[in-house]
């Protein structure tokens, strides 16, 4: 997990955000997990794809959600600038603070990680991101 600062708030969020132009699903899992947290991952599976709609219904979010092994932790790595700190948590104590999750699917993501849902990285493909590349 990661505690972050949005809009003045303090907030707990699993490792994310978004595609660079011509950057692999698999690129950008490892980019954004090792700009928040200073840990190096290996992604295993795609745990799942999910939408979120603001509450306002201005803004629709789109989340596609890895699960992979901690590989090493970079000491005195430097995170993103709205990154308070990376943080192990159990369920419980991710759940005693749904008042400070990003949002609700925080921990739809967890309890359908421990459901046992898993889905090969196979499932992926990056042909536009081929194309891309090759220009």
Known sequence: ????LIRGRNIFNQPAGHL????????????????????????????????YLTD???????????IADAIEE????TLDDAIIRACWMTRDEIAARSDQLRSDLV??????YLAGIRYPLTVLQDQAVDSFNEK
Not at 24 to 41: M, N, Q, S
Not at 56 to 66: E, K, P, V
Not at 74 to 77: E, M, S, T
């Open 74 to 77: 970079i000491p005195n790595a």
């Open 1 to 4: 997990m990661v505690e972050e």
């Open 107 to 112: 921990l739809r993501c967890i309890d359908d």
């Open 20 to 51: 660079e132009e011509g950057e692999r699903f698999i690129d950008a899992v490892k980019r954004e997990t090792l700009e928040e947290t200073g840990w190096i991952v290996k992604p295993r599976h795609l745990l799942g794809l999910y939408v």
């Open 56 to 66: 306002d219904r201005s803004l629709t979010f789109h989340r596609a959600c890895f």
